[in-house]
């Protein structure tokens, strides 16, 4: 996974590319309004980890248990953490700290 964010971690960082939030019904109609969607944008819990800061899990790591994600993984972390913002690339990134990742995401089979 490529980082076109436009920013770059430092230290126990990491940047997610959010998953997108939908406002459409499967049939295309509007099923929530702007403001219903940038609150639950805010709220979104799952995004691919597309960059890590160099110390990311290092305590993790020195107690021999591992990194908890790496870059590619989908995870999910605590609502309303982190700094919100969008990358060149108009897509929606979050910053967030090692300590906010709470699960990764098994890949669905075949995927």
């Known amino acids: 996974m490529q980082n076109t964010s436009g920013r770059h971690p430092v230290g126990w960082l990491l940047i997610l590319k959010m998953n997108p939030v939908e406002d ?10 702007e403001h219903a969607v940038a609150q639950d944008d805010l709220a979104q819990t799952l995004g691919v980890v597309v960059a890590m800061g160099p110390g990311c899990f290092h305590d993790e790591i020195a107690k021999g248990w591992g990194p908890r994600c790496q870059v590619g993984d989908e995870v999910s972390i605590q609502r309303y953490t982190g700094e919100h913002f ?9 910053i967030v700290t090692d300590k906010d990742i709470l699960t990764v995401i098994e890949p669905k089979p075949g995927v």
Do not use: E, M, S
């Open 24 to 33: 459409k019904l499967g049939t295309g109609i509007l099923a929530k309004t």
């Open 86 to 94: 969008k990358g060149p690339d108009d897509v929606k990134y979050r």
